[in-house]
């Protein structure tokens, strides 16, 4: 099994785990996992195949080893992947709040993975569900859809990794499967739609994340609030703020000016201070802040048989 391994000396201080957990559905993902020793295991369906890439080391120096066909092509993307690309300076902490988690947080940046269907697919499936209802789906489906982890047999890696299907994979997965995994068919026709484009959707990797946003709400099924998600993790856009959410409006309302209330048009005008930085500046705020109290019960998980 074919195996690279390469250093990453970051310029400034990094924490890798805060800068690579929005890549992580949930804690049973089986395509990331950190063990108790803080190793990073995350696999990836990479243009040249699939590959494993395991991360240790220290904040000063990141050794990176990965195994697989796109082992290579994994281990060019990581410096992006651990925010090289980011640009943390030009950002100003404009309320006291998202002031503390900046200087509490320094090395917090924003992840490019370059990888558009590997984002999108999950951001899908969260779409009108509760996160624990999304989170299963993706574990479902990649369990028993996608392909072994390559070449982590005797590495200490964690049991169970598994590399998502691939967009013939995806287009296989037969009706019942995303029943059992509670995706209706809007869900499951939009990552099939997705998917079929193969190496086209990936090439918005390339393209401006403003561009490749507008590009990605062409598709049906995908709208601003999934496209956002999408370009947080592919792109590391710092601006793309999710809109259309249920619940971040009410947050950044809450912590911004006490009220539990807040919609869509409410939560952009407190951004606006941040107006090319607003992704980065929820993700300090959320960090920062707890949610507002709840109001009303717990949405439940509704059944599909």
């Known amino acids: ?60 120096a990141v050794e990176g080893t990965a195994w697989g066909p796109g082992a290579d092509w994994l281990l060019d993307a990581m410096p992006a992947l651990l925010g090289a690309e980011d640009d943390p300076s030009v950002f100003v902490p404009r309320h006291r709040v998202i002031q503390a988690a900046h200087r509490r947080h320094p090395g917090l940046r924003l992840t490019r993975t370059g990888l558009v269907l590997e984002a999108l697919v999950p951001s899908v499936l969260e779409q009108k569900v509760t996160t624990i209802e999304a989170y299963r789906a993706w574990r479902l489906l990649v369990l028993r859809h996608g392909d072994p982890a390559p070449g ?44 079929r484009l193969g190496p086209r959707l990936e090439a918005l990797a390339g393209r401006p994340p403003e561009e490749a946003s507008a590009l990605l ?54 951004l606006a201070p941040y107006e090319g930085q607003r992704h980065r500046a929820t993700r300090l705020l959320l960090l920062a802040s707890p949610p507002p109290p709840r109001q009303a019960p717990r949405a439940t998980i509704p059944t599909h048989r």
Do not use: C, N
Request: aromatic residues 6%.
């Open 152 to 195: 982590v047999a005797g590495t200490g890696a964690p049991r169970g990794m598994r590399v998502m299907p691939d967009a013939r994979g995806w287009a296989l997965v037969p009706s019942w499967d995303w029943r059992g995994a509670a995706v209706d068919d809007k869900r499951a026709t939009a990552v099939l739609r997705a998917a």
């Open 1 to 60: 099994m074919h195996q690279e391994s390469r250093t990453f000396v970051p310029r400034a201080p990094l924490d890798v785990r805060l800068t690579l957990m929005p890549l992580r559905r949930g804690g049973g993902d089986p395509t990331f996992r950190i063990t108790p020793d803080g190793t990073v295991w995350r696999t990836s369906r990479t243009p040249e195949g699939p590959a494993t890439l395991r991360l240790t080391g220290s904040p000063a």
């Open 217 to 270: 709400r062409t598709l049906p099924g995908i709208g601003p609030w999934t496209a956002a998600e999408t370009l947080q993790r592919s792109h590391g856009a710092p601006d793309a703020v999710t809109v259309g959410d249920l619940h971040l409006p009410h947050h950044v309302g809450y912590a911004l000016t006490g009220e539990r209330r807040g919609d869509d048009e409410t939560m952009l005008r407190l």
